[in-house]
């Protein structure tokens, strides 16, 4: 029997020759297999630069505290595609099996006869496939690129369409300027339907989402710190909206970003019918919200033991220049409570602003140890990466993995142990978890 990876591979075969971006190929498909985007729970689809997962994650932990079973689809995956799947069951949710992945990919394989489509594409639609035929509450949705023509984007009327945080990103798909960006991320919104646009970095994102979603005719319109605030008060979560307000502990993900992501989290599922959840529910779910990947403190496995003795060792897949800055928002933070020098350990894609990202670690970063990113032919070379680095006035070294980076450090005479991130792929994330033996769960 195939596995999931032998049908990947051959769905890479069908990708057609030119991108043409459009919904055409995945509604084609979707109509063989007897259309399943029309038969799902209630769906919250979720677009944005920055922080879709960490609010998907947000919106998971809460809907399961109140007792529900959540569907969710994110992408991408770090270690394993399943990960990509995970399937509401009563008490928490769990990764699709093997089984019925394979499954739900040779029907769609057997359906779409040979027809050119994009890998996200029929994985996409296997996935609408398996979640319309498992029973839960809700669907939580993440585009994977865009919005406005993102292969999630055949769901009619969602229980509620957010956008969070837009910033500058894959500019040869969707434009050079933010207006344009957030005008492909606000595809999502759909007339009659919730709108959930998250407090935004930039007046012309902001904008530019709040006219777009006023023209397609979504309702209500929530616009963020307008229609509801997000604050932190003596280091608690302050959200208020016509409803109310909730006085909630700081939520578990690091991060000053994050407490915007847990705001827009609440705001979202109570625009889409979800308001009647006692506060308990609310305070579980951002105390137990787990995103690997982004932002997590790695105190257990095989990497901790190779760093320096009392050493922190901190991961994020963040890439681009407004990761950068959360990134090092929070490095910063963590440099307030305990002055440890910050060594930043990263690998990039040639086809992510590298300088931009590390121009946020100026000042801050003792130094930046450029490492590969295995198995990845749009990885920049770590040579090439250290020398970006440089550029921006940053001292740099090159190793040939982040194992040998971290043994690396034990050369340093340091004033304390140091503190480590590892940064600049969610590739390399994955990378990290598989080799420190900590896989997503």
């Avoid at 008490?91 to 057997?110: I, N, P, T, W």
């Avoid at 949705?141 to 993102?150: N, P």
């Avoid at 100026?362 to 040579?383: K, M, N, T, Y």
């Avoid at 005479?413 to 590892?422: A, D, F, G, N, Q």
Wanted: hydrophobic share 45%.
């Amino acid at each position: 029997m195939d596995s999931s990876d032998a049908l990947i591979a051959r769905f890479l075969a069908l990708h057609p020759k030119t991108i043409d971006l459009s919904l055409g190929r995945i509604q084609r498909l979707l109509a063989k297999l007897g259309h399943p985007e029309r038969r799902l729970p209630p769906v919250i689809h979720v677009a944005g630069t920055n922080g879709k997962g960490s609010t998907i994650a947000f919106m998971r932990a809460i809907l399961e505290s109140a007792g529900l079973a959540v569907h969710v689809y994110t992408s991408p995956h770090l270690v394993r595609f399943h990960e990509r799947i995970r399937l509401g069951r009563f008490g928490g949710g769990q990764y699709v099996s093997e089984d019925r992945l394979v499954e739900a990919f040779r029907r769609c394989e057997a359906v779409n006869a040979g027809e050119p489509i994009t890998v996200f594409e029929i994985t996409t639609a296997a996935a609408l496939l398996i979640f319309a035929e498992e029973p839960a509450d809700v669907l939580l949705l993440e585009v994977g690129l865009g919005g406005r023509f993102d292969a999630t984007n055949v769901i009619d009327r969602p229980a509620a369409a957010v956008v969070t945080p837009i910033g500058h990103d894959h500019a040869e798909y969707l434009g050079t300027t933010l207006a344009a960006i957030a005008k492909e991320k606000a595809g999502i919104f759909k007339r009659g339907c919730p709108a959930v646009i998250a407090p935004q970095d930039y007046v012309e994102a902001d904008q530019t989402l709040h006219d777009e979603a006023e023209r397609i005719g979504a309702s209500p319109l929530l616009i963020g710190q307008q229609d509801f605030s997000i604050h932190e008060e003596g280091g608690r979560l302050v959200y208020q909206d016509e409803k109310g307000l909730l006085d909630l502990p700081r939520p578990k993900l690091t991060g000053r970003h994050q407490f915007t992501n847990a705001g827009t989290a609440i705001a979202a599922l109570r625009a889409a019918g979800f308001e009647q959840f006692e506060t308990s529910a609310f305070e579980a779910g951002l105390t137990r919200a787990e995103w690997p990947g982004r932002l997590q403190r790695l105190s257990k496995g095989r990497l901790p033991e190779i760093a320096p003795h009392g050493s922190e060792l901190w991961l994020d897949g963040g890439h681009n220049i407004d990761g950068g800055r959360v990134l090092a928002a929070a490095m910063a933070d963590q440099s307030e409570r305990n002055d440890a020098p910050l060594v930043v350990i990263a690998g990039m894609l040639g086809t992510k602003d590298s300088q931009a990202f590390f121009k946020n670690f100026s000042g801050l970063a003792r130094e930046v140890i450029a490492v590969p990113i295995s198995g990845q032919i749009a990885a920049r070379p770590a040579e090439e990466v250290a020398a970006i680095a440089a550029s921006v006035g940053l001292t740099t070294s090159v190793a040939p993995s982040v194992e040998s980076a971290l043994a690396s450090l034990h050369n340093y005479v340091w004033e304390r142990p140091p503190r480590v991130l590892i940064c600049g792929s969610l590739y390399l994330a994955g990378e990290v978890l598989a080799a420190n033996g900590t896989l997503p769960e």
